[in-house]
C-alpha cells in the first residue's frame, strides 16, 4: 500500500469520501490524480486548489503502473476499471484502501446513521489542534498530517462498507432504518453496526440513548454517553442560548471539564460528547480540547448560511426525518423569534416510501413546508411514489416548487428559510437567491 512513487488514479475522485482520501495521500506526498464526470461537484474546489488532475472518465486514463482506487458507486463493468483488469494493475476499492491505510495510526472510526459528518468534523478539529492528526470527513474534506499520530475518518455503513475497517475506537452516533434500498429493516442495520462492534480493537464510544446501541456487545469496552445517570460519559448543567451550548462533562462522578460549543441543537451536544469521550480516554490536555472545540465553525453543508437581503437562508445535507428534527430544532434555538420555513427535496424513491409519514411528522416542525421533486438514485426504479403523496401527509402547507417557478417562497420576510437534502436541491435555492436578490423590499 505504502508505495509513494506510484501514481494512484482514483475512479470516481469527486465522490464526498474519494475526494478527502486523495488529498490525505496528495499531501502525505503520494502522486494523485483521478477521474469523474464533467458535472461540478462542490467537492472538486479543494481538488483543484490542490492542483490534483481531475480528468474526463475514459478508458486510456488508465495506463501501467497505476494503484487504482475505485469509488464505491461505480461497477466492475465501468469501462476505467475494466481496462485497469486488462493491464493486470491493482484495483482497491474505496473502504478497502482505508481499512488498511489506517493501520499505523490510532484511528477513530465515526460511524452512526446520523451526524456522522458532523462529528467527524468536530473530532478533526479538536484532535488536530492538538497533536499531528490526518482525518477524512464526508464532506469531501481530507487532510493527511505526513507526522500524524491520528486518523479520524468517518466510517459509512451503507453495504456494510465499514465492515473493512477494523479501527482503535469508533464513535458510534445512533442506529436507525435508512439505505431501504440495501437493508431490510432495523434488525438488519442493527447486524451491521454488531458485526463493526466486533472489530473495534480498544473502545466503543455509544449514544446512550439509543435502545439499539444499548444491545450491542463487543471484545472491548463500550462506554455510553448522554445526559442519564446511566452514562458514564454526561453532559450536565447545558445551557443552550442563541450563541450556542455550553455544558459540563462528567465521567461518572468525575469533573471532566467545561465546554462552550459554537453549534446548535441538542444532537451537536451529543455529538460533542463522543469526540470528548475519546480525547479523554486517550489522556489529551481537557482544556485543550475546550479550547480547540471553541473555534468549530461547522462542515460543509450542514447549518451552512449566509444572509440575502432580509432572509437567513440555510443548507443542509438532511435527508432523513431525524436528521431534519434536528435541523429545525438548532434552527429554533438560533432564531427563537423568527419563522421557519423548510424547503424539502427528498433522496431516492425508496427512502421516501419507507419513511413517508415519518417525513411529514418531521417537516411539521417547520412553521411552513414546500417540497421539490424527489431526486432519484441511479440504483433504483421510481415506484409508484410521487413528491405530492408526501405533500399530501403534511398539515403545514406542502406545496410542491419547480426550479422555475421559487416565487411562492417570497412570501416570507425577515425568516429563517432552510433548504434541506441530499440531491441538487441547492439548484433551488439559487434560484429562490437570485429571485430574492432581484426583488426590491424594504429591508430594515
Do not use: W
Not at 482514483?10 to 465522490?15: D, Q, T
Not at 467545561?258 to 453549534?263: D, N, S, T
Not at 465553525?297 to 431534519?324: L, N, Q, W
Amino acid at each position: 500500500m505504502e508505495n509513494q512513487d506510484k501514481l494512484y488514479h482514483f475512479v470516481g475522485i469527486k465522490g464526498s469520501g474519494m475526494s478527502s482520501l486523495a488529498l490525505v495521500l496528495f499531501e502525505k506526498g503520494y502522486r494523485v490524480q483521478g477521474s469523474d464526470v464533467t458535472e461540478y461537484f462542490f467537492t472538486q474546489r479543494d481538488l483543484e486548489k490542490a492542483q490534483i488532475t481531475i480528468l474526463p472518465f475514459n478508458a486510456d486514463n488508465i495506463k501501467e503502473g497505476m494503484v487504482i482506487i475505485a469509488g464505491n458507486a461505480f461497477p466492475d463493468t465501468h469501462e476505467e476499471l475494466v481496462r485497469a483488469k486488462e493491464l493486470g494493475l491493482d484495483v482497491v476499492r474505496y473502504h478497502d484502501f482505508i481499512g488498511q491505510f489506517i493501520q499505523p495510526y490510532t484511528s477513530i472510526a465515526v460511524t452512526g446513521s446520523h451526524g456522522k459528518t458532523s462529528t467527524t468534523g468536530l473530532l478533526s478539529h479538536v484532535l488536530s489542534g492538538i497533536k499531528p492528526t490526518s482525518y477524512l470527513i464526508g464532506d469531501g474534506t481530507g487532510h493527511g498530517d505526513p507526522n500524524a499520530e491520528f486518523f479520524s475518518f468517518e466510517a459509512c455503513e451503507y453495504r456494510r462498507h465499514f465492515l473493512a475497517y477494523s479501527p482503535d475506537y469508533a464513535i458510534m452516533t445512533n442506529i436507525d432504518f435508512d439505505h431501504p434500498d440495501y437493508y431490510e429493516s432495523i434488525d438488519d442495520v442493527f447486524s451491521a453496526f454488531q458485526s463493526m462492534a466486533n472489530q473495534v480493537k480498544k473502545g466503543i464510544f455509544a449514544f446512550g440513548d439509543d435502545v439499539y446501541l444499548r444491545k450491542l456487545e463487543a471484545p472491548v469496552p463500550i462506554y455510553y454517553y448522554g445526559i442519564n445517570e446511566n452514562d458514564d460519559i454526561q453532559a450536565r448543567n447545558i445551557e443552550r442560548t442563541t450563541k450556542g451550548s455550553a455544558f459540563d462533562v462528567y465521567h461518572k462522578e468525575t469533573f471532566v471539564g467545561h465546554f462552550v460549543l459554537p453549534a446548535y441543537g441538542q444532537h451537536n451536544i451529543m455529538n460533542a460528547l463522543g469526540v470528548i469521550a475519546v480525547a479523554y480516554f486517550e489522556q489529551l490536555d481537557m482544556a485543550e480540547v475546550a479550547k480547540e472545540m471553541l473555534g468549530f465553525s461547522g462542515v460543509k453543508r450542514r447549518f451552512t448560511e449566509k444572509k440575502v437581503a432580509d432572509m437567513t437562508v440555510v443548507d443542509d445535507y438532511a435527508h432523513h426525518p431525524a436528521e431534519i428534527k434536528a435541523t429545525i430544532d438548532g434552527a429554533r434555538q438560533k432564531y427563537p423569534d423568527k419563522e421557519i420555513i423548510a424547503v424539502f427535496q427528498p433522496h431516492t424513491f425508496t427512502r421516501t416510501i419507507a419513511l413517508m409519514d415519518e417525513f411529514a411528522e418531521a417537516l411539521d416542525l417547520a412553521d411552513q413546508v414546500y417540497l421539490c421533486d424527489i431526486f432519484g438514485s441511479a440504483r433504483e426504479d421510481k415506484g409508484d411514489v410521487k413528491i405530492e403523496d408526501l405533500g399530501a401527509k403534511i398539515q403545514k402547507g406542502g406545496q410542491v416548487i419547480k426550479e422555475d417557478n421559487v416565487s411562492p417562497l417570497l412570501n416570507y420576510e425577515n425568516a429563517v428559510m432552510i433548504f434541506m437534502g441530499a440531491g441538487d436541491v441547492q439548484k433551488f435555492e439559487q434560484a429562490y437567491e437570485k429571485l430574492l436578490s432581484n426583488t426590491t423590499r424594504n429591508v430594515l
